[in-house]
């Protein structure tokens, strides 16, 4: 299957700092990137959709301030959580979009904010 | 606004047996399905894709949809321990714009 990729694959940050995780499609061109959070024990959710080379879609809720994304090519897109705090300690998950409009997740990002 | 519906489990069934796993949806207008795996700690991975009615097997699984219903199910023949995961249930309005909506998944549990 398709290959994403996410780096890091955790981080462990002290509050006020900002963290840049990059996503990266190995072996197809994503026109559209995903960023999702997930909390324990909960279900995915859809923080943004990522399109390249225009301004990204952002769900109800999300801070478009706090986590700015970045789709510069069609194989990279990155998510940065800005002045970062406790509670923005989650899983963060990106998901790239296949030409087939299969998606494929990246292995994710573990945050830990102190 | 669509919604997924799935039955949190844990889903508890012997090794060797069939897992049935089920999953509902609100908006008429889904057009794709997704079956994904994702275990503890680690990521959703792609299991199933089906886009018309009816079975379509790959395996041991298979993913069985019933518009009319909106249901749409996976099923896991000879399940085996390694199965234990969370099954998550997707699904998008297909063309080219399409945003998926994930259920809560379904957590199994298969005991040797």
């Known amino acids: 299957g398709a290959v994403v990729s996410q780096h890091p694959s955790r981080v462990i940050c002290k509050s006020g700092t900002s963290v840049k995780i990059e996503c990266r499609s190995l072996?197809?061109?994503?026109?559209?990137m995903f960023w999702y959070r997930q909390f324990p024990k909960q279900s995915l959710m859809l923080m943004a959709t990522?399109?390249?080379?225009?301004?990204?879609?952002?769900e109800q809720g999300v801070e478009k301030d706090k986590f700015l994304i970045n789709h510069a090519s069609l194989t990279l897109s990155t998510l940065t959580v800005t002045s970062a705090h406790p509670e923005d300690s989650s899983f963060y998950i990106c998901?790239?979009?296949?030409?087939?409009?299969?998606?494929?997740f990246g292995p994710g990002t573990r945050l830990l904010v102190l | 606004q669509k919604e997924v519906e799935q039955n949190s489990g844990p889903l508890s069934v012997p090794e060797g047996a069939i897992a049935s796993l089920n999953c509902t949806y609100s908006?008429?207008?889904?057009?794709?399905f997704f079956w994904y795996r994702q275990y503890s700690g680690k990521s959703p991975e792609l299991i199933m894709s089906?886009?018309?009615?009816g079975d379509k097997e790959d395996g041991r699984f298979t993913a069985q949809l019933n518009k009319a219903s909106q249901y749409v199910s996976l099923l896991i023949r000879d399940s085996q321990p390694s199965d234990s995961a969370t099954y998550l249930c997707?699904?998008?309005?297909?063309?080219?714009?399409?945003?998926?909506?994930f259920g809560r998944g379904t957590s199994l549990i298969v005991h040797p």
């Open positions: 998901s790239a979009r296949s030409p087939q409009e299969t998606q494929y």
């Open positions: 072996d197809f061109q994503a026109t559209t």
């Open positions: 990522s399109n390249e080379g225009s301004k990204a879609t952002y």
């Open positions: 908006d008429r207008g889904s057009q794709s």
């Open positions: 089906i886009y018309s009615n």
């Open positions: 997707a699904l998008g309005l297909g063309g080219g714009s399409y945003i998926p909506t």
